[in-house]
């Protein structure tokens, strides 16, 4: 049975302040832990007193990046194992906009997946996958260029401590309905990846995410579907009773 998670990426928006606040007024009205798990991912400056905020409560500490190394003389850049010390227990990589913005290509970000575990975080690694649709009889068909890269050297102890949030650039920060159909196949066909891959067992274990305009009117729906585990949200998740009230409807 695979444990619905709803993470909030506030991307680069509220400060350390506003962060801890947000915390402090979602603890007490979260469903139990059993039922669904929360993470935020808050913008970096912000991790460590959103810890501390969290400590005692089930919400889980994201960072929105990591580094490939854990020090060294790369000016500006962000230690996996700082993270760790600061109580973030997962990081976003490999997000669209980091990849267009930031021209992070699947080397690096493979890179940053095994920092990320090897300093005893899980990766929560976005990918945007390229939709065909087959000329006769009308199925889609994904072909997982990204993915099978970022896994590369992945092995099969590792895979089991990751999760994937398949987000098509269509619809993250698009405001563009995310068609519950075509979010479900996405991950269902990510699942038949890493069964590939590795093994099914594994594949039927991994949580596999969907993220891109996720609002209160389409979560339900979304987390109907077999193969969607749980919820990346950004614009809906800046506002503490709408995300609550999403997460509520995941329970
Ligand atoms: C995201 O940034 O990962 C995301 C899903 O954004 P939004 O929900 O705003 O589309």
Request: charged residues 20%; glycine residues 6%; negative net charge.
């Amino acid at each position: 049975m695979r444990k619905p998670f709803v993470v909030a990426n506030w991307k680069m928006h509220k400060n350390v302040a506003e962060s801890v606040a947000f915390i402090n007024q979602i603890k007490d009205q979260l469903p139990a832990k059993e039922e669904v798990e929360v993470g935020i991912a808050g913008t970096t400056l912000a991790l460590h007193a959103m810890a501390a905020a969290a400590d005692q409560t089930d919400i889980q500490i994201v960072a929105q990046n990591a580094f490939t190394e854990f020090e060294g003389a790369y000016t500006g850049e962000i230690s996996p194992k700082a993270l760790a010390d600061s109580g973030v227990d997962y990081v976003l990589l490999g997000h669209i906009e980091r990849r267009t913005m930031f021209n992070e290509n699947n080397t690096m970000v493979n890179k940053k997946v095994v920092a990320t575990l090897q300093a005893g975080m899980t990766p929560i690694i976005c990918t945007d996958e390229t939709m065909m649709q087959e000329e006769h009889g009308g199925s889609i068909h994904y072909v997982f260029a990204q993915l099978k890269d970022v896994l590369c050297d992945v092995s099969f102890d590792q895979i089991k401590n990751i999760i994937i949030s398949y987000e098509p650039s269509w619809a993250v920060g698009a405001g563009q309905f995310a068609n519950p159909l075509l979010a479900e196949e996405g991950c269902r066909q990510i699942r038949q990846t890493i069964a590939d891959r590795y093994s099914y067992e594994v594949a039927d274990k991994i949580r596999i995410l969907y993220g891109g305009s996720v609002n209160p009117d389409n979560i339900a729906e979304l987390m109907s579907k077999r193969d969607i585990d749980g919820v990346l949200i950004g614009r809906a998740s800046l506002d503490a009773d709408n995300f609550v009230s999403m997460v509520k409807t995941v329970q």
